[in-house]
């Protein structure tokens, strides 16, 4: 047997951006190759912690600690992580990043075929041109080389396929999808928008948009709202690459996956000036293997692209593959990210739901959309994710005093309403916020490891401060009383939204990728995760990650057909 | 379940590896250690017999047999020895048997007795003096939404508290028969009466 090592196109990473990339070449007629760093995992059969009671969960949901903080210290800081799905995650000792205790930067990933699709939150937005053109506005960062008007046929095409809940809002900030019947609002959510809409006429509050089916949907099953969705969906009922993209993939017969395939470097030939091969470790077997392709296609997420461009060292490109500009690693970016506000909003006692809503409201930006606002000593914005619920026996326990039937009678009824209000808000891209690559440090394949050095600036906390009193200001409209508020920002990557560091840009002096997700003088080299990322925006990326991938195909095989690749 | 109750056979790595595999869990080497370390567990057999029946009046007086089962019915008690045997910390495992102890002691200097022959009259002043001692305590994670891997050093009462509540609502009698359990309630009704429901929702929401 021969095995075959030579294809169209090569793609590394299956996750979101990846299961886009090869579902758009293989339905093109390419022979695509994903490698995926991570262990297979198959559709359904391998959601083991799918629908699972919480009487049948090792110690009803508690963290194992020991092992948690020996293994999973960065991935055991996300909600999503737990003993149903632990399978899903990075194993952190296994698989470790240098962490600088002074300047802690959170990096989750997933260890398996589907990558993160299967563990994200599931909420996509539109960018619009507040968003790409934010950098040329107010001078922080270079000017994205492409608007609104550009992506937008591609927005539609992707939300066609995923299928998108939501409600058309025609808010300029956030323009609409295309969308599936929108999810409902519990009593307490309707409370707060009417309340937050009367006191503030420019803010909006309005229901999720979300890759989740609300009805049937391409072969895939609607929403059961069992809840959950991060410990894997038989049903397809959310999106992730193992529901959607890889199956249409495998569809075409072009389609070759193969797991455990650790991407250390790519190669460079200084005369066709292309990439001419894709260096692989194999995770179980550590044996060393070599792809070729016509195209290369990196969607390995924002850090595991730019590490392996990083790695990628020739003399044409000392400092990393593509990286003539010195921009490389460097204008990374996430959300802030943390509590806004929690509180309790009185009334509506004989109002409940039924049914677990895999999906929240939201508030979109109000802050800097025209010009500057007077009052806000910030640049950009932020938008909230948000929910109303009633307490339940795990928020009340602690507030209502006592033992025997009392306590067992008051934990029987729902208790009050309660709102909580989370701000993510755009970052800044600024060159001292950096990944590299560790000068002594590898990892167990021999390839380097990557380490961070990120802070969050003046404006990033000054917005938090706003963050935090509009939130307060917004629940104590809506009657809200005993009110927390967030007063720290959580640790950068937490918002896991990371972005930036091969950004696009029109000069190459200045940026990694052109207008099309291609490398600067690499023709055959397309970027197409959230490391091409420009500006941060502060609405959630993967819907923008997922257009741009299929933009870039498209451009990928027009050029490869017209010869010009 | 994962939580070790009852006599363990005699190779316990082994009834680990086979508990895991029937539960279609992945074990990584270093969870079967970590959870077949004998050192991790200082008792051998979950707790001492003389503790098994006073968790069980502890946990009926928390959350007592109503119109609904109890506490004993749902199981708690073989949860409360899991956690304590299996999960918890050397030090949280003090705090809770010597709260055991404690009250105990105080069971004989104040009726002569153990508090398990007490009444339930004499019981219950005792737990109230139990959760008098742990009313100055203040918890920093009461509203925590992520997993807290740090030790809690919460006192006695407080332990006992949330540990017969959370047996008690994640068991299957306390999710479907004392409160609603619905695991694939196919819409998502958003604004309905009260009366169309009941009771509080025991899973509730996308966590």
């Known amino acids: 047997m021969t095995l075959d090592t030579d294809f169209d196109a090569i793609v590394v990473g299956s996750g979101i951006s990846g299961g886009w990339a090869a579902k758009e070449l293989t339905e093109a007629g390419l022979k695509v190759l994903i490698l995926e760093r991570g262990k297979p995992l198959e559709h359904g059969k391998d959601y083991t912690g799918e629908h699972t009671p919480p009487w049948e969960t090792p110690f009803r949901g508690k963290p194992l600690r020991d092992l948690y903080k020996e293994e999973y210290p960065i991935q055991s800081t996300s909600y999503a992580f737990g003993e149903r799905n632990r399978h899903f995650w990075n194993n952190d000792k296994e698989n470790p990043y240098v962490q600088n205790p002074d300047k802690p930067f959170l990096w989750n990933r997933a260890d398996v075929v589907g990558g993160r699709s299967l563990l994200w939150g599931r909420q996509v937005y539109r960018w619009s041109d507040i968003d790409f053109a934010a950098n040329k506005r107010d001078g922080h960062g270079i000017d994205w080389p492409i608007r609104y008007k550009d992506v937008a046929p591609w927005y539609s095409h992707v939300e066609k396929f995923i299928g998108v809940t939501g409600q058309a809002e025609n808010l300029p900030q956030l323009p609409d999808s295309e969308f599936l019947p929108p999810m409902e609002m519990n009593a307490g959510e309707k409370h707060l928008k009417s309340a937050v809409e ?368 | 379940m994962l939580e070790i109750v009852g006599e363990l056979p005699m190779n316990r790595r082994e009834a680990i590896k086979s508990l895991g595999i029937a539960l279609g869990l992945s074990l990584s080497p270093a969870l079967v250690r970590a959870l077949s370390n004998p050192e991790l567990s200082v008792h051998e057999k979950p707790l001492d017999q003389q503790y098994a029946k006073l968790i069980e009046v502890l946990s009926e007086l928390v959350i007592p047999t109503t119109d609904t089962p109890g506490a004993i019915a749902a199981g708690v008690p073989e949860f409360i020895n899991g956690i304590v045997s299996n999960w918890y910390t050397p030090a949280e495992r003090d705090i809770f048997l010597s709260g055991l102890v404690d009250l105990n002691a105080e069971a004989q200097q104040q009726y002569g007795a153990p508090y398990v022959d007490l009444t339930e009259g004499q019981q219950i002043l005792l737990l109230e003096a139990a959760e008098l001692a742990a009313s100055e305590y203040q918890s920093d994670d009461g509203m925590a939404m992520m997993l807290n891997l740090d030790e809690d050093l919460s006192p006695f009462f407080i332990k006992l508290k949330e540990l017969v509540i959370v047996g008690y609502y994640t068991s299957e009698i306390g999710a479907s028969q004392e409160l609603n359990y619905n695991p694939m309630p196919m819409s998502y009704k958003g604004d309905i009466p009260l009366t169309d429901v009941g009771r509080a929702w025991a899973v509730d929401g996308p966590l």
């Not at chain 1, 993209?245 to 190669?267: F, I, M, Y």
């Not at chain 1, 990326?541 to 690749?565: E, N």
């Open chain 1, 198 to 565: 009367s006191s503030f006429p420019e803010r909006n509050v309005i229901m999720g948009r979300a890759a989740i089916l609300t009805q049937p949907h391409n072969g895939r099953g609607a929403c059961h709202y069992c809840g959950p969705c991060h410990q894997g969906c038989s049903a397809g009922a959310y999106f992730s690459s193992q529901s959607s993209t890889l199956p249409a993939a495998v569809k075409t017969g072009n389609l070759t996956l193969r797991p455990n395939s650790v991407v250390s470097s790519l190669e460079h030939d200084p005369v066709s000036k292309k990439i001419s091969a894709v260096n692989v470790i194999d995770s179980q077997t550590k044996e060393s293997m070599r792809f070729t392709g016509k195209l290369v296609f990196l969607c390995g997420s924002t850090i595991g692209s730019t590490q392996i461009l990083l790695n990628s060292q020739s003399e044409a490109y000392p400092n990393g593959l593509a990286n003539q500009s010195g921009a490389l690693g460097h204008y990374l970016m996430d959300h802030t990210n943390g509590l806004g506000a929690f509180g309790m909003i009185p009334g509506m006692m004989d109002r409940y739901y039924s049914g677990n809503r895999p999906n929240n409201i939201y508030i979109p930006r109000f802050r800097n959309l025209d010009g500057q606002d007077s009052d806000a000593n910030f640049v950009r914005g932020y938008g909230f994710q948000g929910l109303a619920m009633r307490g339940n026996w795990s928020l009340q326990q602690k507030m209502i005093p006592g033992f025997g039937a009392h306590l067992k009678y008051a934990l029987r009824q729902p208790g009050p309403w309660f709102a909580a209000l989370m701000g993510f808000g755009e970052t800044l891209p600024q060159y001292k916020n950096s990944m590299l690559l560790h000068s002594s440090k590898v990892d167990r394949f021999g390839i380097p490891q990557v380490a961070f050095d990120f802070e969050w600036s003046e404006n990033e906390n000054k917005m938090r401060e706003d963050v935090s009193k509009q939130s307060v200001a917004m629940l104590k409209a809506a009657g809200g009383q005993f009110i927390i508020s967030g007063q720290e920002i959580e640790a950068p990557g937490g918002a896991i939204h990371e972005m930036g560091t091969a950004r696009m840009g029109h000069d190459p002096s200045e940026s990694v990728l052109n207008a099309h997700n291609q490398a600067h003088n690499i023709d055959n080299l397309f970027v197409t995760d959230g490391a091409a990322m420009t500006s941060s925006s502060c609405v959630n990326p993967s819907l923008t990650y997922m257009a741009l991938t299929a933009r870039a195909c498209d451009y990928a095989v027009k050029q490869l057909r017209a010869g010009t690749i």
